[in-house]
């Protein structure tokens, strides 16, 4: 399992796992909440997506699980992120990239 990230579209998205269940997201969701202290303040779910926000060293970011593109995480800012908000997607993403493999 290697992380991803795009930049395409102007913000930092990491790209934690592609095509996953939806019981993937809720694990992982459990790990950043356990293990990182992680309180999500804003839950979305629609037909084909979830949006999960959470605050990570001041960083407004969302974990995002979709059916047909997986689970990432980025800035809620989108393009107006700031380096340290794309820095903090990268931080997170990489230190539960790390657990995930460590537990499997």
């Known amino acids: 399992m290697d992380l991803k990230v795009d930049t ?7 790209i934690i796992e592609e ?6 997201f809720y694990k992982v969701a459990e790990d950043l909440a356990k293990h990182f202290d992680i309180a999500f ?12 926000d959470f605050d990570y060293k001041g960083s407004m970011l ?6 047909y593109l997986g689970i990432s ?11 340290s908000d794309n820095e903090h997607v990268l931080q997170i ?10 537990d499997n």
């Not at 395409?8 to 990491?14: D, I, K, L, N, V």
């Not at 303040?41 to 999960?52: G, R």
């Not at 993403?93 to 460590?102: F, R, S, T, V």
Request: with cysteine.
């Open 19 to 24: 095509s996953c269940e939806f019981n993937k």
């Open 73 to 83: 995480i980025f800035p809620l800012a989108f393009k107006k992120a700031t380096h």
């Open 41 to 52: 303040t804003d839950k979305l779910k629609d037909f084909d997506s979830i949006y999960w």
């Open 8 to 14: 395409s579209q102007g913000w930092t998205e990491a």
């Open 62 to 67: 969302s974990l995002h699980y979709n059916i």
């Open 93 to 102: 993403a990489n230190a539960l990239l790390q657990k995930l493999l460590a």
